[in-house]
């Protein structure tokens, strides 16, 4: 049976799913514990609290590893994933311990790799018959596969991060290093030996959520071939039933969210940057209702274009890292803010959101301005644009004690450095671009032409800039074009073999780069989806020729950007744009400049950036030009910084922006000084009145109280969906602010 437990001030409620729904509160003290049974009516508010639970519970729910003779149990109280270890290591139990849902359908092997031509799988039991679903008391009769690794022990530790996260910009306090178990599954294959795969698994507190990789290790005196290494394989109980139907029309098992560290697409989206997930049909589950047996019902996790991978004597291969997160619920938003949790969990980096400008710079006078223009106005951090005069791949001793000084001087007045670096979009040599598979020659990539990571020129760039960082001390590199997935066919080239594994080599060499910056203290924008491996930010998501149509439109774009790019992404996780001089085309109605003449449109473009928690790239050669624009840049940032706890805060979204009446988002928290603000906008040309719905469960707030712009508050009383019905008034062609607490 299971059992929801939340904790509310000093008490702790239970709910019982049996028969009537009832609450149970059991208050500590007095010796005894009293307790009141609540009536059904009050349970729609106690679910909706129970998201919050699901997330921020304030009761520890730590990851266990339980062993009761050959049956093992990996477990958080949110999360469930049970084994048994004879005559082979097998999961047979992968629950949802909030819902109750068991989400396996039948037994497979931990894992499989192709090792010198021939596939093994790893672990695992066969003979199962019906595999619509999986009874405990038939594991007796199944039996180990021939030729394959064979379970030989584990052992366990404490979970270790993906990298050593040297926090050196705001993040939201209550955000630290991750906690849990890990495990570690021992195997061995008679026909190979000296050869070891280990399967590993990490489980987290307090989060629904587990990662899975494969370490191939050889022990032997020859290189070892390895590909198509799958690290995960799961036969799961399929989300639809469709006596007709294909794998990529039918609707996934919604209950898992997968996510790997080996994406990229230039998409700003996971889900189309994806590489490693698998969703396929299953022909010998024969009882399943579709005739053709296609239901998407057996996940894969693997990639694809990694066929041949050396691995020397001696060395250690690790497979990629997938990441599953189990749901609850098919809302969009409750979604979106449990990848967002996972995130700041397995990733805490990510939620590191520093305020800097865009400096188009032409000498080192204007750097110098815009440092003291940054430490006026409260910026943190200016980051020298594209079209400047930063070269970062100049590794001369010259130039590395020119940049080292500015950035002295920056770092004297509180302000961080960094610049922009392009890899890929651009052509080097024939000898250096990346060779078509296809075409056997160059200009067949992602970009049209790129450089191999794994060419001469190539790893010169990683050292340059690894170079660049260390001499000079510079705080932020913004890495544009980084490698896209280009699989390259070269066989000259020193830092891959072949297209085999070209792929794989090309990433962990950027991998590893990434992760040196970020356990220096770099921060890292990159545009595409590398969160795993230490980049900080990515693109929000919008159209770069966008910028050259006139502010008022790009008022409303933004706002559509904003609201569509923070659905499964923190507010610190994506960055905007803010054209303060020409940019991708466009006129004078098209930018900021001169500043003071669109003191409304450039207070309302960092408001709105500034108040969904995003970073915007201020693109210019200056914040301000007169004392009032000054005036106005810091007031706004004087605003964000107040209230930068909770405008950091995961977004509901409200209204999406669409011209024709109000538009906005609240951010919420269940614990801070705020629990909410909700910022609302006006594109017309009238003021407006609105009666609009808050859902306020979120903010963890029995009577929550609404303050407009820190003015009288009055106090609310949602109904049993947590919901308060407000009126609201926006100032024409504005904006208007309200605080939650």
């Known amino acids: 049976m299971a059992v929801c437990v939340l904790k509310i001030g000093n008490f702790t409620c239970r709910y019982y799913p049996r028969g009537e729904a009832w609450l149970v509160f059991l208050r500590a003290g007095y010796g005894l514990r009293a307790k009141a049974y609540l009536k059904v009516k009050y349970m729609r508010l106690f679910l909706m609290l129970a998201a919050i639970a699901w997330g921020t519970a304030a009761t520890a729910q730590r990851a266990t590893i ?3 003779g050959n049956r093992l149990t990996l477990s958080n109280e949110k999360l469930q994933r049970r084994f048994v270890t004879s005559p082979d290591l097998a999961c047979y139990g992968f629950s949802n311990l909030v819902t109750g849902q068991q989400l396996l359908r039948a037994v497979e092997p931990e894992a499989s790799v192709v090792l010198n031509g021939k596939q093994y799988f790893v672990g695992g039991l ?148 994806d590489q490693t997930l698998h969703w396929l049909a299953d022909t010998t589950y024969t009882s399943q209702v579709n005739y053709a047996l296609t239901t998407p019902c057996r996940v894969e996790i693997f990639p694809d274009r990694v066929t041949n991978v050396r691995i020397a004597p001696g060395a250690t291969l690790e497979s990629v890292r997938s990441f599953e997160l189990l749901m609850d619920s098919y809302d969009r938003e409750q979604r979106g803010m449990a990848i967002q949790r996972m995130y700041k969990t397995v990733a805490p980096w990510v939620t590191e959101n520093p305020i800097f400008m865009h400096l188009v710079s032409k000498n080192d006078d204007e750097v110098l301005t815009a440092i003291d223009q940054c430490k006026t106005t409260g910026y943190e951090a200016v980051i020298l ?96 074009g980084p490698y896209p997935g280009d699989v390259c066919a070269s066989v000259t080239h020193p830092g ?109 473009l960092m408001v709105q950036y500034y108040g969904a928690g995003v970073q915007a790239c201020y693109r210019g050669p200056r914040l301000y030009d007169t004392v009032s624009t000054r005036n106005l840049v810091v007031k706004v940032i004087g605003w964000y910084k107040h209230y930068r706890e909770i405008l950091n805060a995961p977004i509901v979204h409200l209204r999406r922006a669409d011209g024709r009446d109000w538009d906005g988002w609240m951010h919420v928290s269940s614990s801070g000084r705020e629990r909410g603000l909700l910022l609302l906008f006006n594109p017309l040309p009238q003021a407006i009145k609105r009666k609009i719905i808050l859902p306020l469960a979120l903010t963890g707030l029995a009577r929550p109280r609404l303050a407009r712009e820190d003015k009288g508050a009055v106090t609310l009383a949602p109904d049993g969906r947590g919901h308060a019905h407000v009126e609201v008034e926006i100032p024409a062609n504005g904006y208007a602010w309200w605080v939650i607490f």
Not at 141 to 151: D, I, M, R, S, V
Not at 459 to 472: E, G, M, N, P
Not at 530 to 535: C, H, V
Request: with cysteine.
């Open 66 to 68: 339980g062993i009761d």
């Open 126 to 273: 066969k003979g199962q018959q019906q595999k619509a679903y999986f009874l405990p008391e038939w594991l007796a009769a199944l039996k180990p596969f021939e030729n394959a690794f064979h379970y030989a022990g584990f052992d366990t530790s404490l979970l270790e991060p993906l990298l050593t996260w040297k926090a050196t910009n705001w993040h939201p306090a209550a955000v630290k290093q991750a906690t849990g178990k890990q495990i570690r599954f021992h195997f061995a294959a008679n026909d190979l030996p000296g050869v070891l795969i280990d399967v590993h698994y990490a489980l987290y507190d307090n989060e629904p959520l587990l990662s899975k990789w494969v370490t191939i290790t050889n022990n032997t005196r020859d290189t070892l071939h390895a590909g198509n290494i799958k690290n995960e394989i799961l036969s799961l109980v399929e989300e639809e039933s469709a006596v007709v139907g294909s794998v990529d029309k039918m609707a996934k098992q919604s209950g898992i969210y997968f996510e790997s560290n080996y994406a990229f697409n230039n998409a700003m989206r996971y889900s189309l940057s």
């Open 385 to 480: 644009s594209f079209g400047s005069h930063l070269n970062m791949e100049d590794n001369s001793a010259a130039n590395l004690e020119r940049w080292k000084k500015m950035a002295d001087i920056a770092h004297a007045k509180g302000v961080k450095i960094g610049g922009y670096s392009l890899f890929s979009s651009r052509r080097i040599s024939e000898e250096d671009d990346v060779i078509s598979p296809r075409t056997g020659k160059t200009g067949d990539a992602f970009f049209g032409n790129a450089p191999c990571f794994g060419s001469r020129w190539g790893l010169a760039y990683r050292d340059k800039i690894k170079q660049f960082f260390a001499a000079t001390g510079f705080d932020i590199w913004e890495n544009d």
């Open 496 to 604: 891959h073999h072949d297209a085999g594994d070209s792929q794989w080599e090309q990433m962990k060499i950027q991998k590893e780069l990434y992760r040196w910056l970020n356990e220096r203290g770099v921060y890292i924008n990159a545009p595409d989806w590398y969160f795993l491996d230490g980049t900080h930010k990515i693109a929000l998501g919008y159209r770069e020729v966008n910028f050259s149509l006139p502010r008022e439109e790009q008022r409303i774009l933004n706002r559509q950007n904003i609201h569509d790019g923070t659905f499964d992404k923190t507010p610190s996780m994506g960055w905007g744009f803010v054209p303060l001089t020409r940019y991708q085309g466009g006129g004078p109605e098209a930018i900021l400049e001169p500043l003071s003449a669109h003191l409304a449109d450039y207070e309302n």
